[in-house]
């Protein structure tokens, strides 16, 4: 059974990332002000019995835009239904707030990629050695 709550800084430095999470986590020079950052905009941790799953949410940058975040575990997969269902619905609630939200995603992975357009986002372009040197793919889900 999966349990969504308010999220944490401390789920930060918790959740057990996925190896790509991870890549990106390391690129940042201040993980604790990224933490609060990412609490400043409405955000949610999904929990199991005993483990974080994933946290997520949307940073305001400015009136009506805001950026879309995502940090999963390896326990996804296991709740792969659950978490996208989860994911969306929060989506869904919190894109009332604004015009545009968009998000990157790492470029070599391809479940993400296919994942983030199935929620909606449109892909509208590369950003080439955007992160660590990798390159992604910006998408965003804007409210017609």
């Not at 690129?27 to 905009?41: I, S, Y």
């Not at 545009?100 to 995603?105: D, E, L, Y």
Request: aromatic share 14%.
């Amino acid at each position: 059974m999966l349990e969504l709550r308010k999220f944490e800084i401390g789920d930060y430095f918790e959740i057990e990332r996925r190896k790509f999470d991870m890549l990106t986590f390391l690129n940042f020079p201040d993980p604790r002000e990224v933490a609060k950052r990412l609490a400043t905009g409405p955000a949610y941790t999904l929990v199991n019995s005993k483990n974080i799953v994933a946290a997520g949410g949307v940073v305001p940058f400015w009136k009506g835009v805001g950026e879309g975040w995502v940090i999963s575990s390896d326990l996804v997969p296991q709740h792969g239904i659950a978490f996208a269902k989860t994911v969306l619905r929060m989506l869904e609630d919190i894109e009332k707030n604004f015009e545009r939200i968009q998000t990157t995603v790492d470029a070599e992975h391809k479940v993400s990629l296919k994942w983030v357009e199935w929620m909606g986002f449109k892909c509208e372009g590369l950003m080439r050695k955007f992160i660590g040197g990798r390159d992604y793919y910006r998408f965003a889900r804007v409210r017609s």
